[in-house]
C-alpha cells in the first residue's frame, strides 16, 4: 500500500533530483491540525534529537515486526475459524463453542475480530471492553444473549455460537 513508507524524504528528494522528475508537494503535509503532521514535523524530530537518532528506523522495524506478527495471527485466526464455522452467509455465522473454548482468550478475540472483517460487520464502535466480554462469553459455560454494536446479536448455547446481524432500520 506505501511501497516508499520506509524511505526517508532525503533519499527520495536525492532520487528524484538526480532523474530529474518533477513533483508536488501538497500543502495539506504540512497542516499541524493533522496529528499524522504533529507527529512527523514535532514529534519525531524531539525523539530523534533528544533520545535517539535512529528512532524513525526503529519504529520502522518495531512496525514491520508488528505486521509479520499480525500476519501470523491471522493465519491462525483463518485456522481456527475454518474449524469452528458450521455454516455462514452475509448475516449469520453459527460456530462450534467447542472448537472457540479450545483457544486462549487473546487468540479468540483476534480471531472474532477477523470474522468481524470477513463479514464486513462494523467494528467502528467496538471497544476492547465488548471484544473482552464477548470473547469471556464464549469461553464460558452459559447460556446466553447478547446485544452487541453494530446491531450483531449473540446467542450461547451449549455447543453452539451464533452470532447475526440485524437489518438496519434506517435501510427500509
Request: glycine share 2%; no cysteine; charged share 30%.
Given at each position: 500500500?506505501?511501497?516508499?513508507?520506509k524511505?526517508?524524504?532525503?533519499?527520495?528528494?536525492?532520487?528524484?533530483?538526480e532523474?530529474?522528475i518533477?513533483?508536488?508537494?501538497?500543502?495539506?503535509?504540512e497542516?499541524?491540525r493533522?496529528?499524522?503532521?504533529?507527529?512527523?514535523?514535532?514529534?519525531?524530530?524531539q525523539?530523534r534529537?533528544?533520545y535517539?537518532?535512529?528512532?524513525?528506523?526503529?519504529?520502522c522495524?518495531?512496525?514491520?515486526?508488528?505486521?509479520?506478527?499480525?500476519?501470523?495471527?491471522?493465519?491462525?485466526?483463518?485456522?481456527?475459524?475454518?474449524?469452528?464455522?458450521?455454516?455462514?452467509?452475509t448475516?449469520v455465522?453459527?460456530?462450534?463453542?467447542?472448537?472457540?473454548?479450545?483457544?486462549?482468550?487473546p487468540m479468540?478475540?483476534?480471531?472474532?475480530?477477523?470474522?468481524?472483517?470477513?463479514?464486513?460487520?462494523?467494528?467502528?464502535?467496538?471497544?476492547?471492553?465488548?471484544?473482552?466480554?464477548l470473547?469471556?462469553?464464549?469461553?464460558s459455560?452459559?447460556?446466553?444473549?447478547m446485544s452487541?454494536?453494530?446491531?450483531?446479536?449473540?446467542?450461547?448455547?451449549?455447543?453452539?455460537?451464533?452470532?447475526r446481524?440485524?437489518?438496519?432500520?434506517?435501510?427500509?
Open positions: 500500500v506505501r511501497p516508499m513508507l524511505m526517508s524524504k532525503e533519499v527520495i528528494d536525492r532520487y528524484l533530483a532523474q530529474r518533477a513533483f508536488r508537494t501538497d500543502r495539506s503535509n497542516d499541524r493533522f496529528l499524522r503532521n504533529r507527529i512527523r514535523h514535532e514529534l519525531l524530530p525523539l534529537s533528544h535517539n537518532e535512529q528512532v524513525v528506523r526503529h519504529l522495524s518495531l512496525a514491520e515486526q508488528a505486521q509479520e506478527s499480525l500476519q501470523t495471527l491471522d493465519m491462525v485466526a483463518e485456522e481456527i475459524l475454518a474449524r469452528a464455522i458450521l455454516d455462514r452467509v448475516d455465522v453459527r460456530m462450534d463453542r467447542g472448537e472457540l473454548i479450545a483457544v486462549p482468550e479468540l478475540r483476534h480471531t472474532l475480530t477477523l470474522l468481524w472483517r470477513q463479514q464486513d460487520w462494523q467494528r467502528r464502535n467496538r471497544t476492547t471492553e465488548h471484544w473482552h466480554r470473547s469471556a462469553i464464549i469461553r459455560d452459559r447460556e446466553t444473549a452487541l454494536p453494530g446491531r450483531v446479536n449473540l446467542e450461547a448455547r451449549r455447543h453452539l455460537v451464533r452470532l446481524r440485524m437489518p438496519d432500520p434506517s435501510a427500509s
